[in-house]
């Protein structure tokens, strides 16, 4: 999607958690690309070789609203980390009890063909990418309250993730990385509320990064 404006925003952000990653010495081979995921609650994609794809509502909403642009760079460094740690980042789940998540993502999810398999991260690899992004976070002095919160007001709205992105499990990661008090979201911190499509109901709001 283009939208010149948007997208150097987001780059900006995007080099400046670069800047502190494993991947600094590589900063120029980062491309940030806006996309209109098919699922609205699609945030963002780590493609690989250094290509990251944010989602233009996020994007969008971001640039106008301090909330959306701690989403925004919770979204990028999750994405980022992804890319830094590679595919086998986390390794395998093995007995995982998936009862009560919604679905995995698949390639539809993410306007590709059919034909097309995507292969998501397992949900091991997506906690260690959220450890690597907090790590990040804390090299930006980027209070890490933010990170729970976002999570605690997910679970608040009634949104408990999908099976390779569990709510319960990354908030309590980022509680104790953060050293949060408790699970209620924070009350001198934003609300994210997505209503990302024409309906008077909110969408559940995922993070639902690869």
Known sequence: M???KLTRYVSAIGLEI???SEARDRWADYQ???AQFVRPDILGLSAGNHQIYISYELARRAYDSS???WLLRHTLAHEIA???LGRDGGGEDNGVDHSGLANRITSRDLGLSGRITFRPYSRSA???ADRKAMEYWRKLDWNCTHWVALFSNFL???YEGDVDHPTKERLEQAMQICSAPSTTPLRNLPTVSFSFSSS???AKPAISEF
């Open 2 to 4: 283009a939208d010149e």
């Open 67 to 69: 909330s959306y642009r």
């Open 126 to 128: 997506e906690l260690a």
């Open 32 to 34: 940030f690309h806006l």
């Open 200 to 202: 008077p109901v909110s």
């Open 18 to 20: 670069v800047a502190v």
């Open 156 to 158: 608040a709205q009634g």
């Open 82 to 84: 992804h890319d830094v």
